[in-house]
């Protein structure tokens, strides 16, 4: 996986996180953040690598399913690139992800 798209994968976990469950949370924090493998991640949590596996890439799609339906991910980059001041387009995006 290239950096551009581990980045681009924990933006869409930073907007729609709060909308999934906390083992999914858990999962993606541990592999994302933690930088655990999913053996290790099977392991903590007495699943098998499968389960993992599955949970991971079925988290991907519920967070690509929340961005193209809300397109907040979108929206919030596009508002950077205007030439306005910094404090404007921080709150503008704040407003946008409430």
Do not use: W
């Not at 596009?78 to 921080?90: L, T, W």
């Amino acid at each position: 996986m290239t950096l551009e798209k581990r980045e681009e994968i924990i933006r869409l976990y930073d907007t729609y996180g709060c909308l999934l469950t906390d083992k999914q949370k858990n999962y993606f924090e541990a592999y994302y953040f933690d930088d655990l493998s999913i053996s290790e991640i099977s392991t903590n949590h007495e699943v098998s690598r499968n389960a993992v596996f599955d949970q991971l890439k079925r988290i991907l799609m519920i967070l690509l399913d929340y961005e193209e339906k809300l397109k907040i991910v979108d929206k919030a980059s596009r508002i950077e690139m205007v030439n306005m001041p910094k404090k404007a387009k921080e709150e503008i995006i704040n407003i946008l992800k409430e």
